[in-house]
C-alpha cells in the first residue's frame, strides 16, 4: 500500500487514507516479527526507573 494508492481510495470514498496505511504498517510490522530469526532481547536496568545515581 502507498500513500498514493491510500489516497486514491480515500478520494474514491473507500475510508480513509490514514486507515490504510496504518493496516499496511500493522502487517509490515506482523510480517516482520513472524520473520525474525534473532529477536532482541528486553535490556533491564539495574534500579527503578527514574532514579538518579549519587556519586
Same mark, same amino acid.
Not at 41 to 48: A, I
Given at each position: 500500500m502507498t500513500a498514493n494508492l491510500a489516497l486514491s481510495l480515500e478520494e474514491a470514498g473507500i475510508s480513509?487514507? *490514514?486507515l490504510w496505511l496504518n493496516l499496511q504498517t500493522k502487517y509490515?510490522?506482523?510480517?516482520? *516479527?513472524?520473520?525474525?530469526?534473532?529477536?532482541?532481547?528486553?535490556?533491564?536496568?539495574?534500579?527503578?526507573?527514574g532514579e538518579t545515581a549519587h556519586a
Open positions: 480513509t487514507a *490514514k509490515d510490522l506482523w510480517e516482520l *516479527k513472524q520473520q525474525r530469526l534473532n529477536p532482541v532481547m528486553p535490556f533491564h536496568f539495574g534500579g527503578n526507573y
